[in-house]
């Protein structure tokens, strides 16, 4: 079977990346929906909306699980991040 290679496009603007300091996963039967916050009390702005099917995200776990195992086998252990101590409320504000 020949090798097929795909093309992707790009724009400049989104190529340059968001970031995010916080996610908010969500899920129905037919797709998982990630949200990406940056937050910075005392409020905080959804920088992107990711939506997969089901089969996408687990591949898309395992890929992370095991670039995240090269990374500590390279640069060492990392630590998990502590969790807020009082749960976060969101409030959805459209412009």
């Known amino acids: 079977m020949a090798e097929q290679q795909i093309k992707i496009k790009a724009k400049d603007e989104d190529l340059k990346g968001v ?3 916080l996610m908010q996963v969500l899920h ?19 920088v992107s909306r ?10 898309m776990a395992k ?3 095991e670039n995240l195992s090269k990374y500590e086998g390279k640069f060492g252990k990392i630590e998990e991040a502590v969790a807020p101590e009082m749960p976060l409320g969101f409030r959805v504000e459209k412009e």
């Open 19 to 21: 970031y995010s300091n």
């Open 50 to 59: 990711v939506i997969m099917s089901p089969s996408h995200i687990k591949r």
């Open 28 to 46: 129905t039967k037919e797709e998982f929906i990630l949200d990406f916050f940056l937050v910075s009390p005392p409020e905080g702005v959804l």
């Open 63 to 65: 890929a992370l699980e």
